[in-house]
DNA sequence: CTACGGTCTGTAGTAACTACAGACTCAAGG
DNA sequence: CCTTGAGTCTGTAGTTACTACAGACCGTAG
């Protein structure tokens, strides 16, 4: 059988290591409603699993990537499905899809930038810097 | 000969919406030194030309990247050049470099997951969405 | 020459966190 | 059992990166 690590219960501070979240992060995202309100001890504790390690892991991931919290939760309303219909679902994931597109085309232009500054600067005092011109066109 | 156009002097409200900026944000990132302070008029108007246009876009568009305001200062002084050797120079670059590539890496996994969340959305309801596993690993 | 729109400065407000204060919980040690 | 220290709880205050507003000044069209 499969081990039995995907049970595991983590307390707040866990999760946070494992995210690399900052702990009062956690909270927050809790208060804003990305993140569900977790299941409590007895006593009050939050405890949480490994759906809560991914979901966090996303967010923090996408707000990395440039997208706001409404975007964030655009996104995870998707996942989360429920109220919408296919066709809802389909027109807001293809705006995410060329948002997400242009965002890689921008990145690229600025790959190639650095790569090529990158392979200039062996040696030499930098060039006349093509940076900006490549990026701000 | 080229045309004249380059010369072009814009005070702020058009540069804003040149860039898509909010008006305030422009002072914003001059009082932060991410912008240079513009020359004035004799009374006191800022005047922008299109260095100021371009550095702004870049700044912007890094920012909807999600770049911080510091990874930004750091491309920028690539720009700006100055005090730096070249071995300072190209061991950043790699280092954006690396942090660019990370980031296509990552946005390219949420478009293959996107473009396959919109095709399989053709009509039906929404399977098990595999969004968060694809990009929370 | 005045109306009205744009600009100036400083300051206050907002979004998305981040840190702190004071009370409670819990496992380990004595 | 009791203490002690580390972790958690809540509410609130502070920070960063903007964004909006207030009151005064500039500038040009009628």
Redesign the pocket.
Known sequence: MADHVSGKRL????LARHTG?????I???EK?GMMPDPP???????VYDDAHISRLRFILRA?ELGF???QIRGLLELVDGGTQTCAEVKERTEQHLADVRAKIDDLKRIEKVLATTAAQCSGEDIPECPVLEALAS
Chains 1, 2 share one sequence.
């Open positions: 307390q707040r501070a866990e979240c900052n702990l009062e992060t909270r927050y995202y804003t409590r001890t007895a006593s009050g504790y939050r707000r706001s919290i409404e």
